[in-house]
């Protein structure tokens, strides 16, 4: 369960709802582990470029105390962390499944904006 600062008292569900996923990489996070399941730190970072391995393990650790990511440690050598989502972690994705459509739409229109008109 969340040990961290994030307990409200908040002004709303969407409130609640975006202080989870503040920051630039976590809702990034989440759509990396949804769409290719579990992953090792590696492959989250090659899969999120421009992410810093500092603010990469950060948004994962808060990410793991707000139940939204499971961390598997394997007692091997060399040492073996992998990373899924978890069911809140899932449902969360999914709630963000149509602001995700919404973004799309707007690219969408963005790049007719900026498309030269015929002459």
């Known amino acids: 369960m969340a040990t961290s600062a994030r307990r409200g008292p908040y002004v709303c569900g969407i409130d609640a709802g975006m202080d989870v996923v503040s920051g630039k990489w976590k809702s990034l996070i989440l759509w990396?582990?949804?769409n290719h399941g579990t992953r090792r730190f590696g492959e989250l970072r090659r899969g999120l470029p421009g992410v810093s391995e500092k603010?990469?393990?950060q948004h994962l650790r808060e990410m793991e105390e707000d139940d939204l990511v499971h961390r598997e440690v394997y007692r091997e050598v060399p040492p073996r962390v992998e990373y899924s989502l978890t069911e809140h972690g899932t449902s969360l994705n999914e709630a963000l499944r149509s602001l995700g459509e919404w973004g799309?739409?707007?690219c969408e229109r963005l790049d007719a904006e900026d498309a030269?008109?015929?002459a």
């Open 104 to 106: 799309m739409r707007r």
């Open 32 to 34: 990396e582990l949804n």
């Open 55 to 57: 603010m990469l393990i």
């Open 116 to 118: 030269p008109t015929p």
